[in-house]
């Protein structure tokens, strides 16, 4: 059963999350611990048309002997000068992109210091910016997705007897494995996230206000602002879904305009280290104080990358009748978490959230109020507790969540 499981599963990322089409290159990151799956894709791939699957593996605990072992600091700064190219060219090109996440050990790097890996982090952000860039603006079909590790999965389960088997119970109605046809499952959920999108849009709230324990927060949004969700279409006029699973509908807020303050509903991965508990303070836009129960001093490293990285890129809303959110579990991987609640993201702005956006440059989306950054991360904020109104320019406010769940 785990195998059809699987091989459903792969079939799901290559067709519906991508599309592929023929003749079309394919890359393929993922960690060492998930080559299986990779290879299943890659096999996907190519009986779906591709021309080539490049397959690159990334193995975190040579990441941790890289931060733990190299002589001199300056050095973690070192990224090879074809990296940029390299990154370009796969966007010139037009190739697929999917982005396998799992890790192998979730908290491997809990012990490293937080400077030396913030060097590292920050220097590949840079080499790989105009990727980013490419992605947040969807030059070409990207697709995020996961595979379960035993170790990730424990955290899950809290246990590793039958980890496989237990792990798939939760992941297959997560990702609509459970239906008798899966694709057509998520071209339904496709369809009710742009008619959530599609309110929010005909609205055009000039704010979007959070408010539960611990959280009064105001977004500020731009009359040119759109919400999205479910499948997006690459600039070639590919549909794909950046994401599987996806429960959000997201934007870019007004860069300058979010005021007040949220405390995270989950715990959230930041450079490499799990953050919990953490609470931000924002005034005319930017992060003015925050904090955490466990690695606050993460995200002081966070914030240091570049000067947006305290800035929204994002605010996403999902209701609590998310599967994810109704498994009962946490996940420690965003791509779960993101989407069992509402958040916002500090760093990088989805410029194909603005009209005209996807065409400007870094400089003419700074002046629009798209934030440019190295960093994108997503900090949860929504839960059962937790509501949201849009707000009017003349301020009257409307519900849109209600003690977590949509209300239009």
């Known amino acids: 059963m785990r195998q059809r499981l699987l091989e459903s599963y792969a079939d799901l990322i290559v067709t519906i999350g991508l599309s592929v089409r023929e003749g079309q290159p394919v890359l393929v990151r993922a960690e ?26 990334d193995d975190p605990f040579l990441l941790k002997t890289r931060v733990e072992k190299t002589a001199e600091s300056e050095y973690l700064e070192y990224v090879p000068s074809f990296t940029e190219g390299r990154y370009e060219k796969i966007l010139e090109d037009d190739w697929a992109s999917i982005s396998l996440r799992g890790s192998e050990d ?23 910016r105009s990727f980013l860039a490419g992605i947040s603006s969807n030059r070409v079909a990207w697709n995020v997705c996961l595979h379960p590790t035993e170790k990730w999965a424990a955290k899950v389960l809290g246990e590793t007897e039958s980890w496989e088997e237990k792990i798939w119970e939760v992941l297959a109605p997560i990702l609509r494995l459970d239906r008798e046809d899966p694709s057509r499952a998520w071209l339904e959920q496709d369809a009710e996230l742009k008619r959530r999108a599609g309110f929010m849009n005909s609205r055009l709230f000039d704010r979007i206000h959070f408010r539960g324990p611990g ?28 994401n599987i699973p996806t429960e959000e509908i997201f934007s870019t807020p007004d860069l300058s305009r979010t005021e007040g303050r949220f405390r995270c509903t989950r715990p959230v991965e930041v450079l490499g280290k799990l953050v919990e508990g953490a609470w931000f303070e924002l005034e005319e836009g930017m992060v003015s104080s925050f904090g955490a129960d466990r690695n606050p001093e993460v995200l002081e490293k966070y914030l240091e990358i570049d000067d947006n990285a305290g800035y929204l890129g994002e605010v996403a809303l999902v209701d609590i009748e998310s599967p994810i959110y109704k498994s009962g579990k946490i996940f420690y991987n965003i791509l779960f978490d993101e989407n069992a609640a509402c958040h916002v993201a500090l760093g990088n702005g989805y410029s194909d959230c603005l009209e005209g956006g996807a065409s400007m440059s870094s400089e003419e989306l700074l002046e629009a109020g798209c934030n440019v950054s190295l960093v994108h991360t997503d900090f949860m904020l929504g839960s059962e507790e937790v509501s949201v109104h849009g707000v009017s320019e003349s301020g009257s406010e409307q519900p849109v969540i209600v003690d977590g769940r949509f209300v239009i």
């Open 106 to 128: 979730p908290d491997l790097l809990d012990d490293c210091d937080p400077t030396r890996l913030g060097k590292v982090r920050r220097a590949v952000g840079r080499a790989r």
């Open 215 to 242: 959280t009064d927060l105001y977004v500020g949004m731009r009359p040119d602002r759109r919400f999205r969700g479910g499948r997006s279409v690459s600039r070639s006029g590919i549909e794909f879904f950046p």
């Open 32 to 57: 060492v611990a998930n080559r299986r799956f990779a290879r299943m894709l890659a096999e996907r791939a190519y009986e779906a048309g591709a021309v080539f699957v490049d397959v690159r593996f």
